[in-house]
Antibody, heavy 126, light 110 residues
Framework: EKQVLESGGGLAQPGGSLRLSCAGS????????INWVRQAPGKGLEWVSI????????YYADSVMGRFAISRDVSKNTLFLHMSDLRAEDSALYYC???????????????????WGQGTTVTVSS | QSVLTQPPSVSEAPRQRVTIFCSGS????????VNWYQQLPGKAPKLLIY???LLASGVSGRFSGSKSGTSASLAISGLQSEDEADYYC???????????FGSGTKVTVL
């Protein structure tokens, strides 16, 4: 069974940093794009970032550009989201989400995201 | 303010049909496929529809998707209480270089 498991959430001060982790099982990060999607309390879904299976393509939402960065350890099938200069509006449940396809080709994005974790909560507050 | 526009809520009686509309632009729905996600209360979202109209694995045939131009729709036929959830449309946006989501539509079974 394909699964992803997020960890690393917690309380951070405004301007602070956190690192989220996403561990995958039952599939390889080399062959699937991995996304981060967040959901503020009582709000809708907001896409945050994506890395393609071959690692060539990494994209970020404008709202986090320059503050968040993705890295990964393919050998451990683990992805990291490095979050810095955190703001109150970054408070949300962060989901790690497996892309149905690799994301190496533009058409891959049309297949959506098919495996969602349970999320890890980030709270930014003083 | 979401890039894709959805109605906040729809409601219908059991066994009836509801349709949720999602409106976008040339840079997203007009040029890329639409995906639909279902989020049951307190749960993580689940992929329902991909490539505009294909059912994800294990999804009931009561769900169907369609697209025309820069708009898409999700229909649920034979509405059941278990369909009460938030539904989100999404598509890749070529200008933003990322996925954009609709604001979500809450389906209530009367």
């Amino acid at each position: 069974e394909k699964q992803v498991l997020e960890s690393g959430g917690g309380l951070a001060q405004p301007g602070g940093s956190l690192r989220l982790s996403c561990a995958g099982s039952g599939f390889s990060f080399m062959y699937h794009a991995i996304n981060w999607v967040r959901q503020a309390p009582g709000k809708g879904l907001e896409w945050v970032s994506i890395v393609s299976g071959d690692g060539t393509y990494i994209y970020y939402a404008d709202s986090v550009m320059g503050r968040f960065a993705i890295s990964r350890d393919v050998s451990k099938n683990t992805l990291f989201l490095h979050m810095s200069d955190l703001r109150a509006e970054d408070s949300a449940l962060y989901y790690c989400v497996k892309g149905t396809n690799s994301g190496n080709y533009k058409g891959d994005y049309d297949y959506g995201m098919d495996v969602w974790g349970q999320g890890t909560t980030v709270t930014v507050s003083s | 303010q979401s890039v894709l526009t959805q109605p906040p809520s729809v409601s219908e009686a059991p066994r009836q049909r509801v349709t949720i509309f999602c409106s976008g632009s040339d840079s997203n729905i007009g040029n890329n496929a639409v995906n639909w996600y279902q989020q049951l209360p307190g749960k993580a979202p689940k992929l329902l529809i991909y490539l505009d109209l294909l059912l994800a694995s294990g999804v009931s045939g009561r769900f169907s998707g369609s697209k025309s131009g820069t708009s898409a729709s999700l229909a649920i036929s034979g509405l059941q209480s278990e369909d009460e959830a938030d539904y989100y449309c999404a598509a890749w946006d070529d200008s933003l270089k990322g996925y954009v989501f609709g604001s979500g539509t809450k389906v209530t079974v009367l």
